[in-house]
């Protein structure tokens, strides 16, 4: 089993900056895996924010690219994302996912809110 903790998320004005943290435990040793970070606004789906793989391919979505990034600390077993020029619309609650073979887990979301 594979276990997620968010954090880092709270309340920042436009323009600002969050990290936001994934720790990662559990069994974890697979060789090959996603790690993404997802989010969900208030009345919308879950869509996807970023990813990043096992070899270092990362993927943004169109309305993040530039102003976040997706990393991780292997020694922490830590994934991040690095939220720059934050926007009212990057409201919502951001949740982190990993793959690994056919298993998906989720971490239970840390919320995000952008607003003056």
């Known amino acids: 089993q594979v276990q997620l903790v968010e954090s880092g998320g709270g309340l920042v004005q436009p323009g600002g900056s969050l990290r936001l943290s994934c720790a990662v435990s559990g069994s974890i040793n697979s060789i090959y895996y996603v790690m993404s970070w997802y989010r969900q606004g208030p009345g919308k789906q879950r869509e996807l924010v970023a990813s990043?793989?096992?070899?270092?391919?990362?993927n943004y979505a169109d309305s993040v690219k530039g102003r976040f990034t997706i990393s991780r600390d292997n020694a922490k077993n830590t994934v991040y994302l690095r939220m720059n020029s934050l926007k009212p619309e990057d409201t919502a609650v951001y949740y982190c996912?990993?793959?690994?073979?056919?298993?998906?887990?989720w971490g239970q979301g840390t919320q995000v809110t952008v607003s003056s």
């Open positions: 996912r990993r793959i690994q073979g056919p298993a998906v887990y």
């Open positions: 990043i793989t096992s070899g270092d391919l990362t």
